[in-house]
């Protein structure tokens, strides 16, 4: 009896191991739309740039923010609105987050700006969401528009 149990127990372990299932790959979902885009900008000064107003912004360090925009800045499309008056607009949207959370994606090339989402440079994909955009301007980068729309 004791034979039979013992061959039972190793024939169990070695068939047990034998069959494994192979788990179904789950297919991808709520993946972003990846655009084909140009490379992202590594100048080191434009990354340091976009380091001090990421910085500048979670702090909402408001002069800094101002010594980083160009005097037109652009914050409204629809009615538009440019210059004076950006961060009381951003205060009573509650849009801090909002820019917060755009500067943390990547800047791709439109035009003669450095934007981000990535997806408003590419107009196959018809982005409309909030976007910053950026410029070089006599020789430093300048924060230039952060609009929705």
């Not at 788990?23 to 590594?42: G, Q, S, Y």
Request: one cysteine or more; proline letters at 5%; a positive charge.
């Amino acid at each position: 009896m004791k034979k039979i149990v013992f061959f039972f127990l190793i024939g169990a372990l070695a068939f047990g191991g034998c069959a494994k299932s192979k788990k179904p790959d789950k297919p991808a979902v709520n993946k972003r739309a990846k655009a084909d885009l140009r490379a992202e900008n590594t100048d080191v000064d434009f990354q340091a740039f976009v380091g001090r107003l990421k910085q500048a912004v979670s702090s909402h360090d408001v002069n800094a923010i101002a010594g980083m925009m160009t005097e037109d800045f652009g914050y409204s499309l629809n009615p538009e609105k440019s210059g004076d008056g950006v961060f009381k607009y951003w205060d009573e949207n509650n849009l801090w987050p909002e820019l917060e959370g755009i500067l943390t994606e990547k800047f791709a090339k439109k035009d003669d700006f450095w934007v981000a989402p990535p997806q408003w440079a590419d107009p196959t994909l018809n982005y409309d969401g909030y976007r910053v955009g950026i410029k070089r301007v006599k020789g430093s980068w300048k924060f230039v528009y952060f609009v929705n729309g």
